[in-house]
């Protein structure tokens, strides 16, 4: 069994050179959206680097090292297809305009330090799943497997309906409820979220322990309440019209049979007087 502080430093130097390598081409190009696309790469690199120091060598080392970097390529590729040369994403635009000529620093800690502090945590299950060096790919992993193979299904395919849909002239303005879709209003991060549960279920088996569930927890958190579906959901639901019927007929999160509208019994108390349906909040990339 590895050490785990070496493990634990391995990740830490690489993520703290990724970033500040990223931070300073963000300067040169001006553009700080550039984080996004590195963010995938990263944790392929963090495990790479975790894999270096340890010197695991088990089926299961190699399965988890293979499920990361297939997620985190994947990833990396299409924001990168979809981001580059459409300027700067308008959230990092907003904090250019409001810090000015302090950005530079500003950025520094709170978009591209933050994003490696995250990384750190989240990476868990891929670095100290490496602490077992020869951990074979048992019940466990391949129960793990299973999961992060239906993550990356939801993610994949999400994310190719959506590009599919966004390319037709006809579908501008129009919001996409087909395919997956149609089960989730994010299936993209539902999918992203079963990929980390997945990879922890084999890291917590091969030297993670019941911390790799950590990193899973922290992802599924950023996905659903910070940086993913609530911000998108508040977003669309002022920009798109539309949007709050569909997000009255579709799940947040978890895919779900679409769902309709129910008219409730007026109280006996109040005749013929009925409250409007409830209709909850959230959304997608």
Known sequence: MADTSTVLLAAFVTIACLMLATWSLSLLRRDASIVDIVWGLGFVLVAWAAKFVTGASGSGNWLLLAMVTVWGVRLA??????????????????????????????????????????????????????????????????????????????????????????????????????GLWALTRHPNYFGDAMVWWGLAIVGSSQGAGVWAFLGAAVMTVLLVRVSGAAMLDRLLAKRKPGYADYMARTSGFIPMPKRSARVRTPRR?????????????????
């Open 269 to 285: 108390d109040q005749p013929g007087h009925q409250r409007p349906l409830d209709r909850g909040s959230r959304r997608e990339r």
């Open 77 to 178: 590729g299409y924001l990168a297809k979809r981001n580059l040369g459409k300027g700067e994403d308008f959230r990092y635009q907003a904090m250019r305009r409001k810090h000015g000529e302090r950005f530079a620093i500003v950025s520094l800690y709170t978009v591209f330090g933050l994003q490696g502090a995250l990384m750190f945590v989240v990476s868990i299950p891929v670095t100290m799943g490496q602490r077992n060096t020869g951990a074979g790919a048992g019940f466990v992993a391949l129960l793990g497997f299973i999961v992060w193979a239906v993550g990356m299904y939801f993610e994949a395919v999400g994310d190719a309906q959506l590009a599919r849909f966004k390319r037709d002239p006809e579908n501008a303005g129009q919001i996409m409820d087909q």
